[in-house]
């Protein structure tokens, strides 16, 4: 069999966050020099399948019987907006020249019966009140004052773990939605991965619980016709947790096991943090409190932002992580306590700051810069608090954002952000407020004004028609997902 593979790139970096190099693989004439490559290319994957992957956490316990379909009544207030019957779908004269997409009519049990049970969605409390107002949550009241008063109405207290709820709820009102799967590009499956893993990650839950939904989804995916025509390539599904939570290699480890199941393997998947390291992952910004309800909120908002008087040179929210030997939060924190006042620290130790976006706000309005190291994984959801404020983003790994946020941040991470290498401050070898200082105010300027550019990608409007001409952070992912359909029709081999 002949093998070419076309405009695929697969990139590298070391965990540290060095950077990458892209390769792209293709196969001369000759026939020797097409079956090392292959047998080259067949080796990578090995390599990259057994890459380091997942947190080191023992879990164990019963798993009792589950029945498919049995509705709960509890929380119907919560999926009622949901129902697919009064849901407008693209006409003829819609520009969908990149493709249309269906959406598949899961059972219940795979996401708005999960909603229905938000009161046990996690282990500690009540997750109904952060999943109102279709997943963004209650409106955040307490920004009053600290944003332009007609703005009030777009801030919200967002949880972090919603993008397939949102998604979802856009996506079933997408102008290029069709009902006809043999017209169909894409096939989307809106199974809630992370909201029905969430409560089995803790408390020593079974691997059979961590695994049940997601395997269950798969049986049911494998009967579909279209699934099995594609083996998947033309299928997506956002995973609203990070990429490890479902990447469990062995039964002692953290989280399930979804993403190496079989008949996950094609599938395009979001989720907020990625492994750089996969194909298939795409990384889409995390959720914040800011959901604008028309194009002219955004621009009054980087109106806002790019003229805030901001009198603090940088800032950092976040809290130690005691449990960590030379935890590097705490290094940071010790630099802005000794940075003379030009450092403002907010203490988010013991989920202080969790959806509670005053506090936060009101430091990165106020600041030029601020700091981002990595959060419990190398990602967090300050990068884009951050952004949305027009602050400009210190990174010290380039996990945090560089190789994560691709299709949403600019290509040139100096036009936007500062990367300050973490082994030299650790060393003592660098000072943060000094390296910040070397910045004249024509460099902020730029970096600032890159910065508001980019605030519409990294935002999910309130309005399910998204924000009229201007692309929010679902219509990038989605224009994403339809070019990279697009170009796979391009390859002469595709595995099954």
């Known amino acids: ?141 307490h920004v009053a004052g600290i944003v332009p008063e007609g703005l009030v109405p777009a801030w919200f207290r967002t949880d972090q773990f919603v993008t397939e709820i949102i998604f979802h709820k856009r996506i079933m009102e997408h102008k290029c939605r069709t009902m006809e799967p043999g017209s169909a590009a894409a096939f989307y499956i809106p199974f809630y991965a992370g909201l029905a893993v969430g409560k089995y990650l803790w408390h020593n839950h079974s691997t059979e619980d961590r695994d049940w939904h997601c395997r269950m989804m798969l049986d049911w995916l494998k009967e579909q016709e279209y699934y099995r025509k594609s083996s998947g390539w033309n299928h997506f599904v956002t995973m609203g947790r990070i990429t490890w939570d479902f990447r469990r290699s062995k039964s002692e480890d953290w989280g399930s096991s979804c993403i190496y199941m079989g008949g996950m393997r094609n599938i395009t998947r979001l989720l907020i943090e990625r492994n750089p390291w996969d194909y298939f992952d795409v990384g889409v910004p995390y959720p914040t409190g800011f959901h604008p309800r028309s194009y002219s909120d955004v621009v009054a908002w980087q109106d806002f932002v790019r003229t805030r008087q901001r009198d603090t040179l940088f800032c950092f929210a976040g809290g130690t992580r ?94 936007y952000s500062i990367f300050i290498d973490r082994n030299e401050v650790k060393a003592g070898n660098k000072s943060i407020k000094e390296v910040l200082e070397g910045y004249s105010d024509e460099d902020v300027r730029r970096m600032r004004d890159k910065v508001v550019e980019y605030i519409p990608r990294l935002v999910y409007a309130l309005s399910e028609q998204g924000l009229e001409s201007m692309k929010d952070a679902f219509d990038v992912a989605i224009e994403g997902v339809l070019r990279r359909f697009r170009e796979q029709e391009d390859w002469e081999y595709k595995w099954r």
Request: proline share 6%.
């Open 1 to 141: 069999m002949e093998l070419l593979l076309l405009n695929r790139k697969t990139s590298f970096g070391s965990l540290t966050g060095s950077p990458r190099s892209p390769y792209s693989f293709s196969l001369s004439q000759n026939r020797g020099g097409r079956t090392f490559l292959f047998l080259a290319f067949i080796s990578l994957q090995i390599v990259l399948f057994f890459s380091a992957r997942s947190l080191p956490f023992s879990l164990s316990s019963n798993h009792g019987n589950r029945r498919f379909s049995s509705p709960v009544a509890s929380k119907d207030a919560l999926a009622s907006s949901f129902a697919a019957a009064d849901l407008p779908l693209s006409s003829n004269g819609d520009n969908c020249d990149s493709g249309r997409i269906y959406v598949y009519e899961l059972p219940r049990f795979f996401n708005t019966e999960i909603l229905d049970q938000c009161d046990n969605l996690n282990p500690w409390s009540s997750s109904c009140e952060s999943l109102v107002n279709k997943g963004f949550g209650p409106p955040a009241e």
């Open 322 to 415: 005691s449990e960590v030997k030379n935890d590097f939060r705490g290094l940071l924190l010790d630099q802005c306590r000794n940075a003379s006042g030009l450092c403002q620290a907010v203490n988010c130790a013991a989920g202080r700051c969790s959806n509670d976006t005053s506090s936060v706000l009101r430091t990165f309005l106020g600041s030029k810069f601020c700091l981002q190291p990595r959060g419990d994984s190398f990602t967090r959801r300050s990068l884009f608090d951050c952004m949305v404020a027009g602050s400009i983003p210190v990174l010290f790994w380039r996990r945090s954002a560089y190789y994560q946020y691709e299709w949403f941040l600019p290509s040139e991470p100096e036009s």
